[in-house]
């Protein structure tokens, strides 16, 4: 300890970082590229601390996780409710037939005329509520998809095929001078890597999620209310999604979207609000991980997709520009699963100048 003090803090520190990744490895660590033949499980560490995820954000994902898991107790003991409440309506409803039948000497012998009395039918359970015009789902979340982070596709593809419908208008970089970007950490690229930060405004922080869109102080420049306040925007772009991932089902996370947008417009009702979609993961971590992967953003995507109007509302697929054949984050853009390379925003910004409304 006296000779090499040095070398004896040097492993204890490699030990402590190698105890927080592995403590971290399958939640706030989950997205951080990482290469076990090259590189020491500590060096997630590192890169997450590069893109805003501290050590200590572990305590938070591990009260979440609890929360979560509450979530689901609380989910299953309401489902094991409604069984046994539908039990007992069946239950009823067989009774009362009986009774009937039994009873009723005229139903013992019914004439030619008689018509069977018919049993009630339960009604479906109502999907979520919508303002008119948006489209319905075509069905409810199971419980399975629930309690396995599945984030089901339950609109299809109507609502992207509607906005593409939509004629976008090729436009100079001139066009985003009265834009306001909100978004994770897919546009702190944007507005750090492109020519973009010279003219449009950002409200953009790592690990943002639509719930903290309302909540957040950007660092300074104040929340998104007061920003609209303070000025009046052309545009709003909106980019978030893939930090929910795994968090509630499509229907929890269309809903806090809708409510999103309609507070925008709202609060700037001239500005056109553009959805960007949720850009793809890459083929590795998409192919390897159940809550991260290219399935659960496309019944996302399909989702948020339904929310466009193409009036005041638009939503475009920011996919098309920078995945490959298969849908996957292509390799030569991306910087890590899920993040583009710095230059590799420039493509982002080539495909918003194809599509302005």
């Not at 019944?299 to 193409?310: E, F, P, V, W």
């Amino acid at each position: 300890m006296k000779k090499t003090p040095l070398i004896i803090a040097l492993i204890s520190s490699a030990i402590l970082l190698e105890l927080l990744a592995v403590a971290g490895y399958n939640n706030i660590y989950a997205m951080q590229k990482f290469d076990p033949v090259k590189e020491p499980v500590f060096s997630k560490v590192f890169t997450a601390i590069n893109d805003g995820i501290y050590p200590w954000d572990i305590f938070n994902a591990q009260k979440r996780s609890e929360e979560a898991k509450e979530a689901e107790d609380l989910r299953e003991k309401e489902e094991a409710m409604k069984s046994k409440d539908q039990s007992g309506k069946i239950e009823n409803e067989v009774l009362n037939v009986e009774d009937i039948n039994v009873g009723n000497s005229d139903d013992l012998n019914p004439s030619p005329s008689a018509s069977p009395t018919p049993t009630a039918t339960p009604s479906p359970t109502p999907g979520p509520k919508y303002p008119q015009g948006r489209l319905e789902p075509l069905r409810e979340s199971t419980y399975d998809e629930y309690i396995n982070h599945i984030s089901a596709d339950i609109y299809g593809d109507t609502g992207v095929l509607r906005a593409a419908e939509y004629e976008f208008k090729k436009v100079g970089i001139e066009f985003f001078d009265d834009a306001l970007f909100i978004g994770d950490s897919r546009t702190v690229g944007l507005r750090d890597y492109t020519e973009l930060k010279d003219h449009a405004d950002f409200l953009c922080e790592t690990s943002l999620t639509i719930k903290k869109v309302f909540t957040s102080d950007f660092k300074g420049k104040g929340t998104v209310e007061k920003a609209l306040a303070a000025k009046d925007y052309g545009k709003i772009y909106i980019m978030v999604g893939v930090n929910e991932l795994g968090t509630g089902t499509t229907e929890d996370f269309i809903e806090d979207y809708a409510n999103v947008v309609d507070t925008l417009h709202e609060l700037e009702p001239e500005a056109k609000i553009i959805i960007m979609s949720i850009m793809n993961i890459d083929r590795e971590k998409s192919t390897s991980d159940k809550i991260f992967n290219n399935s659960n953003i496309l019944g996302r995507n399909n989702a948020i997709a339904t929310l466009a109007d193409n009036e005041t509302i638009f939503y475009i697929n920011i996919n098309e520009a920078v995945c490959d054949e298969d849908g996957f984050l292509r390799d030569d853009l991306r910087g890590d699963h899920l993040h583009l390379l710095g230059a590799s925003n420039e493509i982002v910004v080539e495909y918003l100048k194809e599509h302005g409304v």
